[in-house]
Protein backbone atom coordinates (compact mmCIF):
# COMPACT_ATOMS: atom_id res chain seq x y z
CA UNK A 1 0.00 0.00 0.00
CA UNK A 2 2.88 1.95 0.66
CA UNK A 3 4.01 2.02 -2.55
CA UNK A 4 0.58 3.42 -4.02
CA UNK A 5 0.40 6.10 -1.94
CA UNK A 6 3.86 7.59 -2.75
CA UNK A 7 3.04 7.04 -7.01
CA UNK A 8 -0.01 8.18 -6.11
CA UNK A 9 1.15 11.29 -4.38
CA UNK A 10 3.86 12.15 -7.46
CA UNK A 11 1.71 11.33 -10.28
CA UNK A 12 0.37 13.98 -12.80
CA UNK A 13 -3.95 13.35 -12.00
CA UNK A 14 -4.72 11.80 -14.78
CA UNK A 15 -2.11 8.78 -14.19
CA UNK A 16 -3.30 8.95 -10.55
CA UNK A 17 -6.15 8.12 -11.15
CA UNK A 18 -5.73 5.43 -12.93
CA UNK A 19 -3.87 3.94 -10.34
CA UNK A 20 -6.80 4.56 -7.84
CA UNK A 21 -9.01 3.14 -10.02
CA UNK A 22 -7.14 0.37 -10.39
CA UNK A 23 -5.93 -0.23 -6.88
CA UNK A 24 -9.79 -0.01 -5.43
CA UNK A 25 -11.15 -2.08 -8.16
CA UNK A 26 -11.68 -4.96 -6.17
CA UNK A 27 -11.99 -8.68 -7.53
CA UNK A 28 -11.36 -7.06 -10.42
CA UNK A 29 -7.63 -7.18 -10.22
CA UNK A 30 -7.55 -11.17 -9.11
CA UNK A 31 -8.67 -12.26 -12.08
CA UNK A 32 -8.40 -12.11 -16.06
CA UNK A 33 -11.26 -10.18 -17.45
CA UNK A 34 -10.71 -9.04 -21.54
CA UNK A 35 -13.28 -6.24 -19.92
CA UNK A 36 -11.31 -4.76 -17.17
CA UNK A 37 -9.85 -1.10 -17.88
CA UNK A 38 -6.75 -2.23 -17.37
CA UNK A 39 -6.64 -6.24 -17.65
CA UNK A 40 -8.44 -5.97 -20.95
CA UNK A 41 -6.38 -9.03 -23.00
CA UNK A 42 -8.22 -9.84 -25.28
CA UNK A 43 -5.20 -12.63 -25.72
CA UNK A 44 -4.78 -14.13 -22.68
CA UNK A 45 -8.62 -14.72 -21.32
CA UNK A 46 -8.00 -17.64 -18.49
CA UNK A 47 -5.19 -18.11 -15.59
CA UNK A 48 -4.83 -21.49 -17.70
CA UNK A 49 -3.78 -19.66 -20.49
CA UNK A 50 -1.84 -17.30 -18.65
CA UNK A 51 0.22 -19.83 -17.13
CA UNK A 52 1.05 -21.65 -20.48
CA UNK A 53 3.03 -18.52 -21.82
CA UNK A 54 4.06 -17.61 -18.51
CA UNK A 55 5.96 -20.99 -18.05
CA UNK A 56 8.14 -19.33 -21.38
CA UNK A 57 9.76 -16.85 -19.29
CA UNK A 58 11.61 -16.97 -16.29
CA UNK A 59 13.59 -14.05 -14.12
CA UNK A 60 16.69 -14.27 -12.51
CA UNK A 61 20.23 -11.94 -10.92
CA UNK A 62 23.43 -11.59 -12.05
CA UNK A 63 25.23 -12.72 -9.23
CA UNK A 64 26.62 -9.59 -6.81
CA UNK A 65 24.47 -7.19 -8.66
CA UNK A 66 21.22 -5.66 -9.07
CA UNK A 67 21.26 -6.30 -12.87
CA UNK A 68 18.22 -8.85 -13.32
CA UNK A 69 17.67 -11.18 -16.39
CA UNK A 70 14.98 -12.03 -17.89
CA UNK A 71 13.79 -14.48 -20.29
CA UNK A 72 10.68 -14.02 -22.53
CA UNK A 73 9.79 -16.36 -25.30
CA UNK A 74 6.86 -16.67 -27.57
CA UNK A 75 4.85 -14.22 -29.75
CA UNK A 76 5.41 -10.46 -29.06
CA UNK A 77 2.21 -9.76 -27.06
CA UNK A 78 3.73 -12.77 -24.73
CA UNK A 79 6.89 -11.87 -24.52
CA UNK A 80 5.66 -8.19 -23.76
CA UNK A 81 3.28 -9.69 -21.15
CA UNK A 82 5.81 -11.99 -19.89
CA UNK A 83 8.01 -9.01 -18.63
CA UNK A 84 5.15 -6.81 -16.96
CA UNK A 85 3.69 -10.02 -15.15
CA UNK A 86 7.19 -11.01 -13.82
CA UNK A 87 8.51 -7.34 -13.31
CA UNK A 88 5.07 -5.66 -12.12
CA UNK A 89 5.96 -3.85 -9.38
CA UNK A 90 9.33 -2.12 -10.98
CA UNK A 91 7.82 -1.93 -14.12
CA UNK A 92 5.19 0.65 -12.41
CA UNK A 93 7.77 1.89 -10.75
CA UNK A 94 10.66 2.87 -12.90
CA UNK A 95 7.60 4.16 -15.47
CA UNK A 96 5.89 5.40 -13.50
CA UNK A 97 8.90 7.96 -11.81
CA UNK A 98 10.31 8.68 -15.63
CA UNK A 99 6.48 9.93 -16.97
CA UNK A 100 5.84 11.71 -13.69
CA UNK A 101 9.71 13.18 -14.35
CA UNK A 102 9.02 13.59 -17.89
CA UNK A 103 6.11 15.56 -17.70
CA UNK A 104 7.38 18.14 -15.48
CA UNK A 105 10.32 18.76 -17.83
CA UNK A 106 8.03 18.70 -21.13
CA UNK A 107 4.77 20.09 -19.05
CA UNK A 108 2.54 18.41 -21.83
CA UNK A 109 0.44 14.61 -22.04
CA UNK A 110 -0.60 15.94 -25.17
CA UNK A 111 2.96 16.70 -26.28
CA UNK A 112 3.66 12.58 -25.78
CA UNK A 113 0.50 11.57 -27.97
CA UNK A 114 1.72 14.14 -30.59
CA UNK A 115 4.69 12.37 -30.81
CA UNK A 116 4.09 8.85 -30.62
CA UNK A 117 1.30 9.70 -33.14
CA UNK A 118 3.86 10.70 -35.83
CA UNK A 119 5.89 7.64 -34.77
CA UNK A 120 3.49 5.64 -34.91
CA UNK A 121 3.08 4.54 -38.47
CA UNK A 122 6.31 3.02 -38.91
CA UNK A 123 6.32 1.01 -35.92
CA UNK A 124 6.00 -2.40 -37.00
CA UNK A 125 3.27 -4.12 -35.63
CA UNK A 126 5.11 -7.12 -33.27
CA UNK A 127 6.66 -3.86 -30.90
CA UNK A 128 3.08 -2.16 -31.24
CA UNK A 129 1.93 -5.88 -29.95
CA UNK A 130 5.25 -6.28 -27.45
CA UNK A 131 4.39 -2.40 -25.31
CA UNK A 132 0.27 -3.65 -25.53
CA UNK A 133 1.22 -7.23 -23.54
CA UNK A 134 3.74 -5.19 -21.15
CA UNK A 135 0.89 -2.66 -20.68
CA UNK A 136 -1.27 -5.51 -19.94
CA UNK A 137 0.75 -7.83 -17.60
CA UNK A 138 2.41 -5.01 -15.78
CA UNK A 139 -1.66 -3.46 -15.08
CA UNK A 140 0.19 0.19 -16.65
CA UNK A 141 -1.80 2.85 -18.89
CA UNK A 142 -1.23 2.04 -22.55
CA UNK A 143 -0.50 5.96 -23.34
CA UNK A 144 2.23 5.48 -20.55
CA UNK A 145 4.22 2.60 -22.20
CA UNK A 146 3.69 4.44 -25.68
CA UNK A 147 5.00 7.92 -24.31
CA UNK A 148 8.14 6.09 -22.43
CA UNK A 149 8.74 4.69 -25.64
CA UNK A 150 8.88 8.20 -28.00
CA UNK A 151 10.72 9.29 -25.59
CA UNK A 152 14.35 8.73 -26.77
CA UNK A 153 12.90 9.95 -30.38
CA UNK A 154 11.80 13.29 -28.28
CA UNK A 155 15.34 13.81 -26.76
CA UNK A 156 17.41 13.75 -30.07
CA UNK A 157 14.68 15.36 -32.29
CA UNK A 158 16.16 18.72 -33.86
CA UNK A 159 12.80 20.72 -32.72
CA UNK A 160 13.88 19.59 -29.06
CA UNK A 161 15.23 22.98 -28.89
CA UNK A 162 11.93 24.93 -28.97
CA UNK A 163 11.49 22.98 -25.50
CA UNK A 164 12.39 24.81 -22.46
CA UNK A 165 14.30 23.37 -19.34
CA UNK A 166 16.16 20.31 -19.25
CA UNK A 167 16.75 19.84 -22.72
CA UNK A 168 19.33 22.63 -22.78
CA UNK A 169 21.07 21.16 -20.42
CA UNK A 170 21.10 18.19 -22.44
CA UNK A 171 22.49 20.49 -25.28
CA UNK A 172 24.97 21.73 -23.10
CA UNK A 173 26.52 18.80 -22.32
CA UNK A 174 25.90 18.02 -18.37
CA UNK A 175 22.75 15.93 -19.92
CA UNK A 176 24.29 15.33 -23.05
CA UNK A 177 23.30 12.37 -25.04
CA UNK A 178 26.02 12.20 -27.69
CA UNK A 179 27.85 8.57 -26.66
CA UNK A 180 30.98 6.99 -27.82
CA UNK A 181 32.04 3.65 -29.08
CA UNK A 182 35.18 2.05 -30.46
CA UNK A 183 35.43 -1.22 -32.84
CA UNK A 184 38.71 -3.15 -32.23
CA UNK A 185 39.88 -5.53 -34.23
CA UNK A 186 41.98 -8.56 -33.25
CA UNK A 187 45.52 -7.38 -34.27
CA UNK A 188 44.47 -3.85 -32.29
CA UNK A 189 44.40 -5.85 -28.89
CA UNK A 190 47.32 -7.43 -27.11
CA UNK A 191 45.69 -10.86 -26.64
CA UNK A 192 44.29 -10.65 -30.16
CA UNK A 193 40.83 -10.54 -29.47
CA UNK A 194 38.29 -8.85 -30.77
CA UNK A 195 36.46 -5.77 -28.21
CA UNK A 196 33.35 -3.74 -29.46
CA UNK A 197 33.00 -0.51 -27.11
CA UNK A 198 29.65 0.74 -26.06
CA UNK A 199 29.82 4.04 -24.12
CA UNK A 200 26.29 5.12 -23.45
CA UNK A 201 26.34 8.90 -22.37
CA UNK A 202 22.15 9.31 -21.87
CA UNK A 203 21.17 11.94 -19.18
CA UNK A 204 17.59 10.80 -18.71
CA UNK A 205 18.97 8.70 -16.06
CA UNK A 206 19.24 11.98 -14.17
CA UNK A 207 15.40 12.19 -14.55
CA UNK A 208 14.53 9.12 -13.47
CA UNK A 209 15.07 5.81 -11.57
CA UNK A 210 16.52 4.01 -14.89
CA UNK A 211 19.89 3.10 -12.18
CA UNK A 212 17.59 1.03 -9.90
CA UNK A 213 16.39 -1.36 -12.41
CA UNK A 214 19.06 -2.46 -14.75
CA UNK A 215 17.61 -5.32 -16.89
CA UNK A 216 18.76 -7.47 -19.88
CA UNK A 217 16.08 -9.20 -21.81
CA UNK A 218 17.04 -12.41 -23.29
CA UNK A 219 14.66 -12.61 -26.46
CA UNK A 220 13.59 -15.79 -28.11
CA UNK A 221 10.94 -14.52 -30.83
CA UNK A 222 9.27 -17.28 -32.70
CA UNK A 223 11.00 -15.81 -35.69
CA UNK A 224 14.78 -14.45 -35.74
CA UNK A 225 17.23 -14.33 -33.92
CA UNK A 226 17.57 -14.82 -30.27
CA UNK A 227 19.19 -12.09 -28.26
CA UNK A 228 20.12 -10.03 -25.08
CA UNK A 229 18.68 -6.20 -25.26
CA UNK A 230 20.55 -4.56 -22.20
CA UNK A 231 18.81 -2.18 -20.85
CA UNK A 232 16.32 -1.45 -17.95
CA UNK A 233 13.34 -2.85 -16.84
CA UNK A 234 10.24 -1.35 -18.58
CA UNK A 235 11.51 -0.05 -21.55
CA UNK A 236 11.51 -2.70 -24.94
CA UNK A 237 13.59 -0.38 -27.26
CA UNK A 238 17.35 -1.37 -27.76
CA UNK A 239 20.13 1.09 -27.26
CA UNK A 240 22.74 -1.88 -26.57
CA UNK A 241 22.88 -5.54 -27.48
CA UNK A 242 24.28 -8.82 -29.07
CA UNK A 243 22.48 -11.47 -30.75
CA UNK A 244 23.19 -15.18 -31.23
CA UNK A 245 25.10 -14.27 -34.89
CA UNK A 246 27.30 -12.11 -32.72
CA UNK A 247 26.09 -8.88 -33.90
CA UNK A 248 26.43 -6.09 -31.15
CA UNK A 249 24.53 -2.29 -30.93
CA UNK A 250 26.56 0.54 -29.96
CA UNK A 251 24.71 4.28 -31.24
CA UNK A 252 25.07 7.88 -30.66
CA UNK A 253 23.07 10.86 -31.29
CA UNK A 254 24.88 12.94 -33.91
CA UNK A 255 23.70 16.77 -33.93
CA UNK A 256 20.59 17.81 -34.93
CA UNK A 257 20.37 18.53 -39.23
CA UNK A 258 17.39 20.56 -40.98
CA UNK A 259 15.90 17.44 -42.22
CA UNK A 260 15.38 15.73 -38.54
CA UNK A 261 11.62 14.65 -38.32
CA UNK A 262 9.40 12.04 -36.24
CA UNK A 263 7.99 10.51 -39.05
CA UNK A 264 10.22 7.66 -39.74
CA UNK A 265 11.07 4.60 -37.61
CA UNK A 266 11.94 4.74 -34.33
CA UNK A 267 15.94 4.17 -33.64
CA UNK A 268 14.88 1.80 -30.48
CA UNK A 269 12.42 -0.41 -32.57
CA UNK A 270 15.19 0.18 -35.61
CA UNK A 271 17.74 -1.48 -33.22
CA UNK A 272 15.90 -4.38 -32.08
CA UNK A 273 14.76 -4.99 -35.37
CA UNK A 274 19.00 -5.09 -36.23
CA UNK A 275 18.89 -7.66 -32.98
CA UNK A 276 16.22 -10.12 -34.59
CA UNK A 277 17.10 -10.08 -38.26
CA UNK A 278 20.29 -9.72 -38.82
CA UNK A 279 22.98 -12.18 -39.46
CA UNK A 280 25.92 -10.54 -40.55
CA UNK A 281 26.90 -6.52 -40.96
CA UNK A 282 25.18 -6.82 -45.05
CA UNK A 283 21.43 -7.34 -43.04
CA UNK A 284 22.82 -4.44 -40.66
CA UNK A 285 23.40 -2.20 -43.65
CA UNK A 286 19.93 -3.13 -45.16
CA UNK A 287 18.26 -2.91 -42.39
CA UNK A 288 19.15 0.94 -41.56
CA UNK A 289 19.07 2.15 -45.04
CA UNK A 290 15.92 0.69 -45.54
CA UNK A 291 14.10 1.89 -42.70
CA UNK A 292 12.91 5.98 -42.91
CA UNK A 293 15.49 7.73 -41.13
CA UNK A 294 13.81 10.43 -38.12
CA UNK A 295 16.97 11.81 -36.45
CA UNK A 296 20.21 12.46 -37.03
CA UNK A 297 22.41 9.37 -35.46
CA UNK A 298 25.81 7.20 -35.74
CA UNK A 299 25.87 3.37 -35.34
CA UNK A 300 28.67 1.38 -35.14
CA UNK A 301 27.84 -2.33 -35.08
CA UNK A 302 30.41 -5.37 -35.24
CA UNK A 303 30.40 -9.19 -36.13
CA UNK A 304 31.79 -11.64 -34.18
CA UNK A 305 31.65 -14.48 -36.63
CA UNK A 306 33.34 -12.09 -39.34
CA UNK A 307 35.71 -10.24 -36.79
CA UNK A 308 34.45 -7.12 -38.56
CA UNK A 309 33.36 -3.48 -37.14
CA UNK A 310 31.70 -0.64 -38.93
CA UNK A 311 30.95 2.99 -37.90
CA UNK A 312 27.63 4.32 -40.18
CA UNK A 313 26.08 8.07 -39.98
CA UNK A 314 22.33 7.90 -41.07
CA UNK A 315 20.16 10.83 -41.05
CA UNK A 316 17.41 11.14 -43.40
CA UNK A 317 18.79 11.89 -46.67
CA UNK A 318 22.37 10.18 -45.88
CA UNK A 319 24.37 7.44 -45.40
CA UNK A 320 27.73 6.72 -44.76
CA UNK A 321 29.98 3.84 -43.98
CA UNK A 322 33.36 4.20 -42.35
CA UNK A 323 36.08 0.99 -41.76
CA UNK A 324 38.55 0.27 -39.83
CA UNK A 325 41.47 2.79 -40.34
CA UNK A 326 39.41 5.12 -42.74
CA UNK A 327 39.61 8.80 -41.83
CA UNK A 328 36.14 10.13 -40.27
CA UNK A 329 34.66 13.10 -41.89
CA UNK A 330 31.18 15.18 -42.15
CA UNK A 331 30.58 18.48 -43.45
CA UNK A 332 32.01 20.37 -40.60
CA UNK A 333 34.97 18.21 -39.24
CA UNK A 334 36.86 15.08 -39.88
CA UNK A 335 39.35 12.57 -37.57
CA UNK A 336 42.15 10.76 -38.73
CA UNK A 337 41.96 6.88 -38.98
CA UNK A 338 43.32 4.53 -36.71
CA UNK A 339 44.49 1.11 -38.35
CA UNK A 340 42.75 -2.08 -36.94
CA UNK A 341 39.94 0.63 -35.16
CA UNK A 342 37.04 2.44 -36.05
CA UNK A 343 35.90 4.55 -33.41
CA UNK A 344 33.88 7.73 -33.20
CA UNK A 345 32.23 9.82 -30.26
CA UNK A 346 31.72 13.35 -28.13
CA UNK A 347 35.56 13.43 -27.65
CA UNK A 348 36.61 12.53 -31.39
CA UNK A 349 40.08 14.31 -31.10
CA UNK A 350 40.73 12.83 -27.82
CA UNK A 351 39.80 9.37 -28.35
CA UNK A 352 41.92 9.80 -31.28
CA UNK A 353 44.67 10.20 -29.42
CA UNK A 354 44.27 7.60 -27.11
CA UNK A 355 43.56 5.16 -29.10
CA UNK A 356 46.33 5.46 -31.36
CA UNK A 357 48.72 5.50 -28.30
CA UNK A 358 47.61 2.40 -26.81
CA UNK A 359 46.70 0.48 -30.38
CA UNK A 360 48.16 -3.22 -30.52
CA UNK A 361 48.43 -3.16 -26.61
CA UNK A 362 44.57 -2.96 -26.00
CA UNK A 363 43.20 -5.19 -23.35
CA UNK A 364 39.64 -5.14 -21.71
CA UNK A 365 41.09 -4.11 -18.57
CA UNK A 366 42.60 -1.36 -20.26
CA UNK A 367 39.55 -0.15 -21.75
CA UNK A 368 37.43 -0.62 -17.80
CA UNK A 369 40.33 1.12 -15.87
CA UNK A 370 41.72 3.74 -17.66
CA UNK A 371 40.23 4.78 -21.78
CA UNK A 372 36.12 4.43 -20.81
CA UNK A 373 36.66 6.76 -17.69
CA UNK A 374 38.94 9.45 -20.07
CA UNK A 375 37.05 9.39 -22.72
CA UNK A 376 33.19 9.34 -21.18
CA UNK A 377 30.74 11.85 -20.07
CA UNK A 378 29.52 13.54 -16.85
CA UNK A 379 26.32 12.08 -17.75
CA UNK A 380 27.88 8.10 -18.57
CA UNK A 381 24.82 6.09 -17.56
CA UNK A 382 25.78 2.72 -19.15
CA UNK A 383 29.13 1.11 -20.40
CA UNK A 384 29.33 -2.48 -22.75
CA UNK A 385 32.11 -4.25 -23.61
CA UNK A 386 31.58 -6.82 -26.20
CA UNK A 387 33.54 -9.54 -27.13
CA UNK A 388 31.21 -10.89 -29.80
CA UNK A 389 33.41 -14.21 -31.44
CA UNK A 390 32.87 -15.47 -28.16
CA UNK A 391 28.79 -14.35 -27.45
CA UNK A 392 30.16 -12.19 -23.85
CA UNK A 393 30.10 -8.97 -22.55
CA UNK A 394 30.72 -6.82 -19.55
CA UNK A 395 28.34 -4.40 -18.69
CA UNK A 396 28.44 -1.44 -15.92
CA UNK A 397 25.72 0.87 -15.01
CA UNK A 398 25.62 4.19 -13.03
CA UNK A 399 24.83 3.22 -9.97
CA UNK A 400 22.90 6.82 -8.82
CA UNK A 401 22.03 9.92 -10.61
CA UNK A 402 25.86 11.49 -9.63
CA UNK A 403 27.74 8.85 -10.59
CA UNK A 404 29.33 7.69 -13.72
CA UNK A 405 29.15 4.36 -15.03
CA UNK A 406 32.44 4.43 -15.71
CA UNK A 407 33.74 4.76 -12.20
CA UNK A 408 31.01 1.02 -11.18
CA UNK A 409 31.85 -2.06 -11.64
CA UNK A 410 31.41 -4.67 -14.31
CA UNK A 411 29.66 -7.63 -14.54
CA UNK A 412 30.46 -10.40 -16.96
CA UNK A 413 27.63 -11.94 -18.83
CA UNK A 414 27.67 -15.37 -20.72
CA UNK A 415 25.13 -15.10 -23.96
CA UNK A 416 25.85 -18.41 -25.58
CA UNK A 417 25.39 -20.31 -22.14
CA UNK A 418 22.24 -18.26 -21.82
CA UNK A 419 20.82 -18.68 -24.91
CA UNK A 420 21.62 -22.59 -24.68
CA UNK A 421 19.93 -23.30 -21.06
CA UNK A 422 16.67 -21.06 -21.87
CA UNK A 423 16.77 -23.55 -25.51
CA UNK A 424 16.72 -26.57 -23.54
CA UNK A 425 14.57 -25.57 -21.11
CA UNK A 426 11.64 -24.62 -24.10
CA UNK A 427 12.50 -27.54 -25.59
CA UNK A 428 11.60 -29.95 -22.45
CA UNK A 429 8.19 -27.96 -22.47
CA UNK A 430 7.51 -28.77 -25.83
CA UNK A 431 7.98 -32.24 -25.09
CA UNK A 432 5.16 -32.16 -21.81
Avoid at 4 to 29: E, Q, V
Avoid at 36 to 58: N, P
Wanted: with cysteine; charged share 20%.
Amino acid sequence: MKFYHSILLSLPYSLSAIFFLTLFAGCGLSRIDPMHFLIRSDQITSFEQEQQVMQKARLEWIDGSNIRVLYVAGTPYERGYQQGKLLREEVQENLGALYTNSLKTFHSEELFAEVYERLRPFIPQEYIDEMQGLAHGSRMPLHVIHAIHALPSLTEWGGKRRIKGIVKQMMKGELGTSCSNVGALPDATRNHEMYVIRILDWGLHRISRLHDYPLITIHFPEEGEPSANIGWVGFLGAVSGMNASGITLGEMGYGSPPNETLRGKPMIFLLRDILTYSHNLKDVRSLITSAPGTNAFSYLMSDGKSLEAELYYRDRDTFRVFRPGEEVYDDKKQFPGVRNLVYGGHFDELMSEVLTRHSGNLTRELFMEEIIPEIAMKSNFQNVIYEPQRLAFWVSNSPGKSLRAAEAPYFFFDLKKAISDHIQLLSTLEQD
